[in-house]
């Protein structure tokens, strides 16, 4: 019997990893490091820190630097990336999404949000999402990232629900990975190859209907 739906951020509600990926471009730029399509896919669902480890290990250059050095070029990237969000609106909700949403809300189903992104809240803001996810996980009371089912076992949690009664979408492979580690339900988005793990996919999220999802469940 489910009862709430968990979702993923960047790549499910909004495309917010082009945003990323251009703030962390701009500091390989300054280091000379190449940013590449792997880096772009490296870093998708991975933390702020472990993102600039992924990076410069691609270039096994991760021993150069102090850590106030790559605290510093976090806080860069971080600075960047707060800036291109600003200039989100409800028109970057990712198609069919909004439709979703509403119809689980007249469901009766519950709503939390397990996004890796610190700065979830104020994208949510922008998109005007607010009010349809009041529970987010904080990331910061997190120790494990995904896939490491820690984080969609703290957004069960705020919904007072087991993993069990509930449904994670994401669209990255270690994001599905935490679902069904934690015990949930997984609906992935994007390439069903790459998203194996997943209980059900969709190709895209304009395909994604609750009509859809039940259906493709009791298959
Ligand atoms: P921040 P998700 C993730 O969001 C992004 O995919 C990833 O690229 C980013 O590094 C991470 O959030 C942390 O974001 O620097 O804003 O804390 O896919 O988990 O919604
Ligand atoms: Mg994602």
Not at 60 to 72: G, H, I, S, V
């Amino acid at each position: 019997n489910i009862r709430g739906f968990l979702f993923d951020l960047d790549g499910v509600i909004t495309d917010t990893a082009a945003l990323h990926a251009k703030a962390w471009a701009g500091i390989c730029q300054r280091l000379g490091i190449p940013w590449t399509d792997a880096l772009a896919e490296g870093t998708k669902g991975v933390s702020r820190m472990d993102s600039l480890e992924v990076i410069l290990k691609s270039v096994n250059r991760q021993d150069e630097f102090t850590m106030a050095q790559k605290a510093q070029m976090a806080t860069e990237k971080n600075d960047r990336y707060q800036e291109l969000i600003t200039h989100l609106t409800a028109s970057d909700i990712l198609p069919g999404m909004k439709d979703f949403i509403t119809d689980l809300k007249q469901h009766n189903y519950q709503l939390a949000l397990a996004s890796a992104s610190r700065n979830a809240p104020t994208v949510l803001k922008y998109l005007g999402l607010s009010d349809v996810f009041p529970k987010i996980v904080d990331p910061s009371n997190l120790t494990k990232g995904k896939p490491d089912p820690e984080i969609y076992q703290h957004a069960a949690a705020l919904l007072n629900l087991e993993p069990g009664q509930c449904i994670g979408v994401e669209d990255a492979p270690a994001g599905v990975a935490s679902i069904k580690a934690a015990g949930a339900i997984a609906v992935g988005i994007g390439d069903a190859h790459d998203l194996a793990q997943a209980d059900v996919v969709f190709p895209g999220t304009a395909s994604l209907t609750l009509t859809a999802l039940r259906g493709k469940l009791e298959d």
